[in-house]
């Protein structure tokens, strides 16, 4: 049954921690990306991984790190330098851009909650 | 002005009436378009995926998209309550640039 995970569902995460979102796929996806949904705008990029041991920042980087070390891994860690890291995160995935669209496939979603 | 601009409604429609849910954009290299439907607390799901102007069909759900006046829309005929939720377009010049996705129009289907 091939997918994307994301884990957990629910995070929730005191003031000055560092928390790391998991996402996984078995779509034999090249590519990875992480967004972030708020109420009312949309979803965000944060950051992107066309290729293992490689990813690029988004739009909205700052506080966030990845690493892609695993084509069907790409952890998210939302450290404390995140001013207002409650959100709705979301992982999805694409094939290579040379073969086409960018057309995305969503995980479930983590939503994290700070404390 | 953002480059995709989708209304957030809420939208409140009758169960059996047809809904139309627009997008506009200015960037005229976008020309992949793709409709995504999310429920409350769940990911996005991919609906259409539609190349350059033109229509597509899949069962009860419709894209059009109208590359001259920079102009995508999805359709949904006979709704059914399970269709409510928030839809979001998306689109894409193809190469290596980002997916810009819409803000998302929320959809209730009345029984």
Not at chain 1, 35 to 61: C, E, H, T
Not at chain 2, 24 to 37: I, V
Not at chain 2, 86 to 97: E, F, N, V
């Amino acid at each position: 049954d091939g997918g994307i995970t994301q884990s957990p569902k629910y995070l929730f995460r005191k003031e000055g921690q560092n928390v790391t979102l998991s996402c996984e796929q078995n779509l034999n996806h090249d590519a990875m990306y992480w967004y972030r949904q708020d109420p009312g705008q949309g979803l965000r990029l944060i950051y992107y991984s066309q290729i293992v041991n490689d990813f690029q920042k988004g739009d909205i980087a700052e506080g966030y790190s990845v690493s892609r070390e695993k084509k069907e891994s790409f952890p998210l860690t939302v450290t404390s330098a995140q001013k207002n890291p409650t959100a709705f995160y979301l992982c999805a995935s694409s094939f290579d851009r040379a073969s086409g669209t960018d057309t995305q496939y969503f995980g479930p979603g983590t939503r994290l909650t700070v404390l | 002005q953002k480059e995709v601009e989708q209304d957030p409604g809420p939208l409140s429609v009758p169960e059996g009436a047809i809904v139309s849910l627009n997008c506009t954009y200015s960037n005229s290299a976008f020309q992949y378009f793709m409709w995504y439907r999310q429920y409350s607390r769940k990911g996005p799901e991919l609906l259409m995926y539609t190349y350059s102007s033109g229509n597509k069909e899949d069962g009860r759900f419709t894209a059009q998209v109208d590359k001259s006046s920079k102009y995508i829309s999805l359709f949904i005929r006979d709704s059914q309550p399970s269709d409510s939720a928030t839809y979001l377009c998306a689109m894409d010049s193809g190469g290596y640039q980002k997916v810009t996705f819409g803000i998302g129009t929320k959809l209730q289907v009345i029984p």
